[in-house]
């Protein structure tokens, strides 16, 4: 079975640490993505990749940035973190014939 | 750009009821449509995907069908379980080189035993 592995469940980080979300997929997926769920405001995408060393800005990347050294892992980083970063994040990987969601972290920055 | 609509936003039936969910796509030229399924706090699950060629897919109890001209799809819960309780999902793709999947807010269900 298919799998996409989000490191933590749940983290909580005070104000202008740096944040390291990480997410594993086992599909050999050439595509990955980080999004963020807030109530009201449905799942909004952050930043994909389509290949190794490759990202594209979603939507909403401000405060954020990626990694993407091996196709198996795609990093998300918040570089200074803020109270308005709390939420629960959701890394996808797929192809044409859909996609994959891990679990999700919710992060709460305090 | 694309939007996606899911209403009603909650909805709550009695054990055993079928039920239909709906999502509504401004743009019909998609790709596919996928559902799934979220449980409180936790992540997103694949129910069903619909190429845009297809007008259904059938999973067990769950029928999702797809009309694109008038961009809509339906998901159709039969014999409703309160293990069916969890927010629902839809999503399309734009084009097979698109990247991005656009979600609506999701329908959160309840089935009462």
């Known amino acids: 079975d298919v799998k996409v592995t989000q490191s933590s469940r749940y983290l909580v980080k005070r104000t202008g640490e740096k944040v390291f979300l990480e997410c594993v997929q086992d599909?050999?997926?050439?595509?990955m993505f980080w999004y963020r769920q807030d109530p009201g405001l449905g799942l909004r995408l952050i930043y994909f990749?389509?290949?190794?060393?490759?990202?594209e800005k979603g939507d909403i990347p401000e405060g954020y940035s990626v990694s993407r050294e091996k196709k198996e892992r795609f990093s998300l980083i918040l570089e200074s973190a803020s109270t308005n970063q709390t939420s629960m994040y959701l890394c996808?990987?797929?192809?044409?014939?859909?996609?994959?969601f891990g679990s999700g972290t919710r992060l709460t920055v305090v | 750009k694309q939007e996606v609509t899911q209403i009603p936003a909650a909805l709550s039936v009695p054990e055993g009821e079928n039920l239909v969910l709906n999502c509504s796509f401004t743009d019909s030229a998609i790709y596919n449509l996928q559902w799934f399924r979220q449980d409180p706090g936790k992540g997103l699950t694949s129910l069903l995907l619909?190429?845009?060629?297809?007008r259904e897919q059938t999973s067990g109890r769950l029928n999702a069908s797809l009309d694109k001209s008038s961009g809509r799809s339906t998901l159709y819960i039969a014999a409703s379980q309160p293990g069916d309780s969890a927010t629902y999902l839809c999503?399309?793709?734009?084009?097979?080189?698109?990247?991005?999947?656009?979600f609506g807010t999701g329908t959160r269900l309840t089935v009462i035993p």
């Open positions: 619909i190429q845009s060629s297809q």
């Open positions: 599909m050999d997926h050439e595509n």
């Open positions: 999503a399309v793709r734009a084009s097979a080189g698109a990247n991005n999947l656009f």
């Open positions: 996808a990987s797929g192809r044409i014939y859909g996609y994959t």
């Open positions: 990749s389509y290949d190794v060393k490759m990202k």
